[in-house]
């Protein structure tokens, strides 16, 4: 199964089913390297869905049964004898409430690499924290503070914590569901400011609500829709100036001027 190696991520026809019900229909798509790409449409429209069978998180509920493939180092995520876990560590989450371990600030970062059977002396852990920190915006913030609890920080302060939890484990990918959605504008620049420097290390997929944010914030958008069986499907994926300026589909045109959604 080959791969062309200026794609990160790989969808190809990928259905995702709760139940009976299917939720994401036919979805092909393929994630740029260091590029970050963004996911909208209207609530409801699979977006999250198909972010999730990026890293499996799809299978943490009881319900779901994903059909086609997603294809990672020419290698099908869904094929027998994966560990989920080892993609997780490989394409981590960021989710859309800032969620903290009740651990200190040293331990959330710290706690990665442990359960990952990473066998780190003290200086190399105080080492993986600081720079995980530092590309997180954050040491400047808490390095006087790392025993204190992760749950003190601010909201903005929390989500990048998160994110330099996620980074601890050194992924390749970063998902990232919604995650300014409870964070007040300077934090959200933050996190924007943020992605566009960890972009030159790893790729970023973001769902977002916010078509400013998506506009701003992304190389490139994909545009789901819902079809009259209520299944997501991919409407539109082009680079974002192309998509907010000069949308191929009437139905793209119609979502980002606001006519419906």
């Known amino acids: 199964m080959s791969q062309s190696p200026t794609y990160a991520l790989e969808a190809r026809h990928l259905h995702v089913y709760y139940g009976t019900f299917r939720a994401v229909k036919d979805v092909n798509l393929s994630i740029e390297k260091n590029r970050i790409t963004a996911l909208i449409g209207p609530s409801g429209c699979g977006k999250s869905t198909v972010l999730r069978a990026f890293n499996r998180m799809n299978d943490l509920i009881a319900s779901a049964r994903v059909e086609g493939e997603v294809v990672f180092h020419g290698q099908n995520l869904y094929d027998k004898g994966i560990d989920p876990v080892n993609v997780r560590r490989r394409i981590g989450m960021v989710f859309q409430k800032p969620n ?11 706690y990665g690499p442990q359960v990952n059977g990473w066998k780190l002396s003290k200086a190399q852990t105080d080492e993986l924290v600081e720079r995980s920190l530092r590309r997180a915006a954050l040491w400047d913030d808490v390095k006087d503070k790392l025993k204190q609890s992760g749950l003190s920080l601010s909201g903005g302060q929390q ?3 998160c994110i330099a939890r996620a980074i601890a484990v050194e992924p390749e990918v970063i998902l990232m569901d919604e995650p300014c959605s409870a964070l007040d504008p300077i934090s959200t620049l933050k996190i924007e400011e943020l992605m566009f420097e960890l972009r030159q290390d790893y790729t970023i997929i973001i769902v977002t609500h916010n078509m400013q944010q ?10 789901f829709l819902m079809d009259d069986n209520r299944a997501g499907q991919l409407i539109e994926y082009a680079a974002t100036n192309d998509i907010f300026r000069n949308p191929k589909d009437e139905r793209t045109e119609q979502y980002i001027s606001g006519r419906f959604g």
């Open 214 to 223: 998506a506009s701003r914030a992304s190389d490139n958008t994909a545009f």
């Open 159 to 161: 989500q990048r914590l």
């Open 100 to 110: 903290p371990f009740p651990k200190s600030i040293y331990d959330n970062i710290a």
